[in-house]
């Protein structure tokens, strides 16, 4: 078995402290907003990061908010270290639910791997109310704090694999 570098094991984010983490959120339903970005901060904040909040109207501009804000941050010299997506997408009673639901992610996958760029998914896609309240309070299954988590193990990671390359003693 082939086992992962400290750093991804790791179940608190290493060496990420000063990063630059891009928080871009959907307030399309507000209450939810509120519990996720305050888990998400609350995360950031813990790691000794620096996050940057910007807003949108729902999921489906996150990605490409990401895509702008990232790529002026680096030419105008700040660039963001990782990214944090929240929002939360509830099935009506149309097919645009699978639209908002699948692009958001899929967009937000190719901005991770292609771009490189530590990114934490935190846009819910539930069914109901009741089930994205329960995973978005901080009091639950703070999946706010979970996305930003993610994000920073990420760029540990990533900060781990450029200290000392992958195969270097
Ligand atoms: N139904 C939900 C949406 N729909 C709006 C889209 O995200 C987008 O803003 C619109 O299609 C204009 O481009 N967004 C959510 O975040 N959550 C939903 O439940
Ligand atoms: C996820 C959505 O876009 C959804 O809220 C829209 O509702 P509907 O499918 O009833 O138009």
Redesign the pocket.
């Known amino acids: 078995m082939v086992s992962p570098p400290p750093a991804a094991r790791s179940a608190a984010p290493v060496n990420v402290k000063g990063a630059r983490v891009l928080v871009v959120e959907a307030r399309y339903y507000d209450d939810i907003a509120d519990e996720l970005l305050a888990g998400a901060t609350e995360a950031i904040e813990a790691a000794e990061a620096e996050g940057v909040v910007v807003t949108v109207p729902g999921a489906l501009e996150i990605p490409a908010a990401i895509a702008i804000l990232v790529e002026e941050a680096a030419r105008a010299g700040q660039p963001y270290d990782a990214a944090v997506a929240l929002g939360c ?9 699978d ?3 699948g692009e958001s992610a899929r967009a937000l996958m190719d901005l991770s791997v292609l771009g490189r760029l530590p990114l934490g998914n935190g846009i819910l896609t539930v069914e109901t109310m009741e089930q994205a309240l329960a995973r978005a309070r901080v009091s639950e299954m703070n999946k706010g704090a979970g996305a930003a988590e993610a994000a920073l193990s990420v760029l540990a990671l990533k900060r781990a694999a450029a200290a000392a390359p992958v195969g270097e003693d």
């Open positions: 997408v509830i099935r009506g009673e149309t097919g645009h639910y639209i908002v639901a």
